[in-house]
């Protein structure tokens, strides 16, 4: 920790004492040092610390003298019914004004409620026009929403490479959803050059942040060897991973390697709780389905009594993790690679656990 030196303290002895601030020699020392401080935001403050309501008493008085930042805040209480009714029409007045005073936040959130229809007709025109403001006054999220509307190419012009530039502008602000459709972009050479290492680091990075379709396809990148050297242990670790987060396909992908023993220990039971939690978001494997087929019942019925209480276990069980060499292998189990990096589900499916999307067969060690 850095000393401040006797003298300096007693100078900032001044930052306390903000009365005294025009006739104290002290705090005009320390501002000729340190510059002027910033006033510190009351109401900022009091949302921070969740007493929303005293954060709209404290915001409402500059909001109304056209306070950009007040009127933002007060927007963002009615737009999540913080310590209010939600009321998206309330929100979507407070985030106009904000917008028209120059607050790039609120251009963007005003652009999210055009873009979805809520407190404001669903205008998508609209919703691009107020990205692309935010956009250039440099708020990152907004770069990536422009991003995603060149690839879409109908209310921004079509250019992949316009995209994959604003996408690493957000990638390297660590916007994790950009770093992982940076990724994809690089494996894929869409608007940028092919780069697999390159785009394997990238969708590292939003595994790393706990995104867990980054975290799906990384491991897939892994079990297949692209953009990293093949490495079936980190495979299952980062599908586990997954899994653990609820995402049914990496739960069903996770139980397939649990049945197989690759890049980890062969455990029929496991694998059978894991494709259990994966059937009740709808997602079945008749696959998965033949690697199981020798499970004991003792077995299967203790598999689905701990998907039950999964994420705790069973009332009064000891271990619900039963010894792997109690149980019979299975005679050269046949392992379908989890996924193809081409077929990587969107976002929005892996959330969902799409029970469409399937591992499909390739060449398994």
Known sequence: ????????????????????????PAEQISTDIFGPRHPVDEAYGAYQMGYYLTAMHLALPR?????????????????????????????????QLASRNGDRLATFELGMLYQDGLGVPRDRARAAQLFQSAADAGYIPAKYNMALLHVEGIYAEPSLTRAAALMREAAEAELAEAQYDYGVMLLEGAGVAPDPAEGARYISLAAEQGLIAAQIDYATLFYLGQGVTRDLDAAASWYRRAAEGGNAVAQNRYAKLLAAGEGVTLNLEDAAMWRSLARRQGLSDAALDRMLVSIPAEALARAEERARFWPSEPPGTASANADPTDLPAIDEPILPSPMNAENAPAPAEEAAGDPAVDAPETQAP
């Open 1 to 24: 920790m850095t000393r401040i030196p006797p003298l300096l303290a007693v100078l900032l002895l001044g930052l306390a004492l903000p009365a005294l601030a025009q006739d104290n």
């Open 63 to 95: 909001a109304e003298k056209g306070d950009a930042a007040a009127q933002t805040l007060i927007a963002e209480i009615y737009a999540k019914g913080q310590g209010v009714a939600q009321n998206p029409e309330r929100a979507a007045g407070w985030y």
